[in-house]
């Protein structure tokens, strides 16, 4: 079951996939890892969704990734007589905290956070950045501000704050109940939505106590003022397209995903680039151009994953939005521009002994034109360094940890397998050359470069390389 592409697709589940028959579907037609979106789905729903995952993976063989997408704090307008008001431009509308229904004047907005956190001449949003207010005041209970479109305000619609820092965290009751639930089932990341600052991050990990990795949801603009720190204390960053075109400048979001994603790249931490990458998928069973450019434009920055969201989890065609999102990254990654263009920035090896050999595993490997550079590693450590590198061949990761392997499904390039540590060096070239053979990453003849850490079985302690022939039958050749 190997992928002939490098970046790996994440695939949302829902209504339209939920089922086991329609996981494996989406498996086979190139999902790498799947995403149990939290807003939508139950603890029940959870485990169902986890149980079905698992007996595909023990049906193909090869290790599956799951993200669970904590819901974050949402933030909304109270309720509204009618339901709705229609507010014309410099129409003032004053905020309060009282839940008491509200009127043409005056909405009730049961947030106290907001009330610490705005200030006049910040923006509120409301309904995805539809009607836009400018505060022209502010009490502690109450806030007046200014139309600034036109437009109806609605019951309950959600309401973002692009300037404000607002103190409170990452992390609601539900979401703290959802991530203890969500490690304890065994999944492999949790995403966390909303993050402002890098301490949201270190209460997640804390509380997942290693158990999983925390994936950094990237869509406020604070989040990106504080953007390297936040990647150092991440395990993986997600761009949160959807969001972040609300709470910024929508002009300003492809320049902003290349800078995350080089970001991300640098520190060697995985990146997924998401929201409407394929929309139109949703009702259509083709995308339009733009939505191709968009996937491969991804694609040729290097991201680690793509997504997929509505058009997997509710869509009329989640297989062929998979199947499409997969072609789209093998003619990319086919294309003679692809290895320019992913390697227009560079990312120098970090001073540590592990980034040396990953860099030298890269050099070698392309300059004597190796079939592949086969990883063992058991922390994932190694095989995430040399993916840094984006190597032109392909790379296998070996790992006798499963919870490892289903881990690096999220990374770029690399193609997991389980086994035992080997028992010494020789029987560790043997092993290295005959999967290699079995997973069709190299014929008798050809070579591989094999790194490891001696002694072996050590974690972080990558230290060797390797130079070996595949023989017939893939045994070490002469």
């Not at 070996?398 to 881990?407: N, W």
């Not at 230290?463 to 050749?477: E, Q, S, W």
Request: proline share 5%.
């Amino acid at each position: 079951m190997r992928r002939n592409r490098r970046v790996k697709i994440l695939a949302t589940l829902g209504p339209s996939s939920d089922s086991p028959e329609m996981i494996e579907r989406l498996f086979r037609a190139g999902a790498d890892v799947f995403r149990i979106n939290m807003s939508h789905a139950s603890h029940k729903k959870m485990k169902e969704l986890h149980t079905s995952i698992r007996k595909v993976e023990a049906e193909v063989g090869r290790p599956i990734g799951i993200l669970v997408d904590l819901q974050g704090p949402k933030l909304r307008l109270g309720e509204i007589k009618g339901d709705k008001i229609q507010l014309e431009i410099d129409d003032e509308i004053t905020f309060d905290m009282n839940e008491k229904e509200g009127t043409a004047k005056r909405i009730p907005l049961p947030h106290p956070e907001i009330f610490k956190g705005v200030e006049v001449g910040h923006r509120l949003l409301i309904d995805d950045g539809k009607m836009t207010l400018i505060v022209t005041a502010k009490t502690g209970k109450k806030i007046t501000a200014i139309a600034k479109t036109h437009g109806k305000l609605a019951s309950r619609k959600g309401v973002s704050l692009p300037d404000s820092l607002l103190p409170m965290g990452a992390m609601t009751e539900k979401d703290f109940a959802d991530l203890d639930y969500a490690v304890n089932q065994g999944v492999d990341w949790i995403a966390l939505s909303f993050v402002q600052r890098v301490e949201d991050v270190a209460q997640a990990r804390k509380l997942a106590r290693g158990r999983a990795s925390i994936m950094a949801k990237l869509e406020k603009p604070s989040a990106i003022q504080w953007l390297d720190d936040i990647i150092e204390v991440s395990d993986g960053v997600m761009v949160a397209r959807g969001d972040l075109g609300v709470e910024m400048p929508v002009e300003q979001v492809p320049g902003i995903q290349k800078r995350i994603t080089r970001a991300a790249r640098k520190a060697g931490k995985p990146v997924v680039i998401a929201t409407q990458m394929l929309e139109s998928m949703i009702s259509a069973p083709v995308p339009t151009r733009a939505e191709v450019s968009d996937v491969a434009g991804a694609v040729f920055d290097g991201a680690d994953a793509v997504m997929l969201s509505a058009e997997s989890a509710a869509g009329e065609y989640p297989e062929e939005a998979v199947a499409t999102m997969d072609k789209i990254a093998q003619e990319v990654e086919q294309d003679s521009l692809y290895s320019d263009a992913v390697h227009t920035f560079s990312t120098p090896p970090e001073p540590t002994g592990s980034d040396a050999i990953a860099a030298a595993a890269k050099t070698v490997s392309e300059t004597v034109n190796l079939s592949a550079i086969v990883c063992y590693t058991s922390s994932g450590s190694t095989g995430v360094r040399v993916a840094r590198e984006r190597p032109l061949q392909p790379i296998l990761a070996l790992t006798p940890i499963v919870a490892t392997g289903r881990r690096l499904a999220m990374m770029w390039g690399l193609h997991c397998v389980l086994t035992k540590d080997p028992e010494d060096l020789d029987n560790m070239v043997d092993k290295a050359c005959r999967i290699a053979y079995r997973e069709g990453f190299a014929q008798p003849g050809q070579r591989v470069i094999i790194t490891a850490g001696i002694p072996l079985g050590t974690p972080g302690a990558t230290n060797m390389l390797r130079i070996a022939f595949v023989g017939d039958n893939g045994n070490i050749g002469g």
